[in-house]
């Protein structure tokens, strides 16, 4: 037996005073994948189960039980999880307190709860507990063979003649393997306990915490799917899909016309080469191809055939079957500062962050026509099946019978944010409710333009030098942005950018400043200021305080050469490979971080006031909010009105709108 620090058999006693602190770690099993479901449909499952709690009280030795093997949680254990007046800390504790929720078969309020994953997010530290115990270099770190006794533990095996057919392994199958479980999970909280001792100097604050606990209501409410229409959509994929791999096969020949070389071969013998099968690749070959008149035709419906094929619409309704709950609901989809540094939410499970936009004007009668399944007359009327499901993915969210939604957003709220950089021509545009992209052009280009009116096509020219340059893009920043399909010529788009940044010279004064004042801090160790960002080093963290009082982190920053062999700010971080890695940096990007960081913090706060009303908020997307309002009760423009309001922290010099609408469906108006 190997020598476990920690006593795996313990009796549990009660302490002689009700602790402060109550230190949770849980193992569990269910059938669901959690990834994929969420943490409510998961601990749903027939299957779910909690095999064991390990815990600690305070700086007190950490304890197990072993509710796989007949424990049960003491009676006085019960009294602390539900007394909010004993702070439960756990790593991602979203996922004990609702395991813990369905175990007891009762709501535990997230009052009361602390979260240490939240808090390492605060210093931009990687989500996952290995990763944060990795980046810290603490003294306790993850034990990597957990990985392998969870998937032995925690997840259905494989029946076989050699396991005697069984589909869970059990303490009794593999005792030792069950010992070292135990003392893994003990692990577990001595890590977190670690973790949280390490960045003890930096607490959430508590406005933070307040909104913390409004996330996870939100995430406990959940919203309403209509699973009617997602079985439906499911459906109608199926059939399209297999339809249009028939034809495809019908024309081509290929043993597999959805297979890319495959299908490269009989384009190139058809004379039509093609490097990639991309979307964008596809659509712009068979642009090219029906310009010919003497052009393959039936290459271009081939071309046409895997453009629909390679539709991803149905994926949001797989996502959104896997994880409604019992009560018809998708519960937890949204992280709390998962969007490293810049505090703002991260969308899980069905990604509303990143839902298609519907434009289609009979979106109620295809939607109709998809839960009724008239899937051929939806073919016969749209022509292109794919694309409607997809206009449709936001239609699958609905209100609870009684209500309606309401929807708000802040009208270009980053654009708004740039008062930070007090660029004046701008805050007038929107003060005066002027059109942001005329009014880029006609100070790029020295003439008056109007949206439909004199000089309107300049308009094109203006939007895409706004959504692009804004944080120090160049030529591939407007190319990314659709400078080529809007027919921008690319030899002129140098020019462009040249003519937007002498338009705006606030706003690029405002990234050098910000630059120069970052590089300063770290190589004085004083505070600097860049117009209303404090900037400080200490610690060995860079730290950018926002108007709201909020900081933004950059770990273990210091200056290396770049790829234009220029001294450059770097810092430690969550890069694109998903690790922790060393990140360069510099001025524009800097502000780009917090822009978005005080847009989200307008939004935080907007929210609050919100929920503080009575509404019931099922889901925010980047600035917007969607609300399930009683019928009858309320309006837009209450909802519009309170968002409006400028937090504390904010002057006058800001003008915030908001704009909204009603639906019996959640859609884009």
Known sequence: MPDYKHDLHAVHKKPDEKPKVLHIDIETKSSAEISKSGVRRYAEDKDFAILLYAYAFDDQPVTIIDLARGEKLPDWMIEYIRDASVTKVAYNAMFERTCLSVYLGEPLSPDGWKCTMVQACYLSLPLSLEGCAEALKTVEQKDKEGHDLIRYFCVPCKPTKLNGGRTWNLPEHAPEKWDKFKYYCCQDVETERDIEKKISLYPISPHEMELFRLDQRI?????????????????????????????????????????????????????????????????????ELEKNASSNAEAIEVLALRAKMAKSSVKKYEAAARSVCKDGRIHGCFQFMGANRTGRWAG??????????????????????????????????????????????????????????????????????????????????????????????????????????????????????????????????????????????????????????????????????????????????????????????????????????????????????????????????????????????????????????????????????????????????????????PNGKSSVKELCDMMAESPDWVDDKLPLRADGYECEWYRKD
């Open 348 to 629: 899980r499970l069905v990604q509303l962050q990143n839902l298609p936009q519907n434009h289609i004007e009979t979106l109620a009668e295809a939607r109709t026509l998809v839960r009724m399944g008239e899937f051929g007359v939806l073919e016969m009327i749209y022509e292109n099946t794919p694309d409607v499901l997809s206009q449709l993915i936001r239609t699958m969210f609905i209100p609870k019978p009684g209500c309606r939604f309401i929807v708000a957003d802040f009208s270009q709220i980053e654009a708004r944010v740039a008062w930070m950089a007090g660029e004046q021509w701008r805050l007038d545009v929107f003060r005066e409710g002027k059109d942001i992209y005329c009014a880029s052009a006609s100070q790029m280009f020295h003439v008056p333009v109007e949206k439909h009116g004199i000089n309107g096509e300049l308009r094109t020219t203006g939007k895409v030098a706004e959504l692009a340059l804004g944080y120090g893009g160049g030529v591939g920043a407007m190319k990314s942005m659709g400078a080529i399909d809007k027919e921008l010529k690319e030899e002129e788009l140098p020019d462009i950018i040249k003519q937007w940044r002498a338009a705006s010279p606030a706003i690029t004064k405002f990234w050098w400043d910000v630059d120069r004042a970052a590089n300063k801090a770290l190589d004085t160790g004083k505070m600097q200021t860049a117009g209303r960002l404090k900037i400080g080093y200490y610690d060995h963290k860079l730290f950018i305080c926002l108007p709201s009082g909020r900081k933004l982190a950059y770990i273990e920053p210091e200056k290396r050469l770049n790829s234009f062999n220029r001294m450059e700010l770097t810092y430690m971080g969550v890069g694109k490979t998903r690790k922790w890695e060393r990140i360069m940096t510099y001025g524009p990007k800097l502000v780009e971080n917090c822009i978005q960081a005080i847009a989200r913090d307008i939004l935080a706060e907007a929210m609050l006031r919100v929920d503080a009303t009575g509404f019931d908020i099922v889901a925010h997307v980047h600035d917007e909010m969607i609300v399930e309002v």
């Open 219 to 287: 995430n406990d409410r959940g919203v309403l799917v209509d699973t009617e229409l997602v079985k439906q959509a499911i459906a109608c994929d199926v059939m399209h899909s297999e339809t249009a791999t028939a034809r495809a096969y019908e024309l081509t020949g290929c043993d597999n016309p959805n297979s890319v070389s495959q299908l490269k071969g009989w384009l190139s013998e058809q004379g039509v080469e093609i490097d990639s099968l991309s979307k964008k690749a596809v659509k712009q070959t068979m642009k």
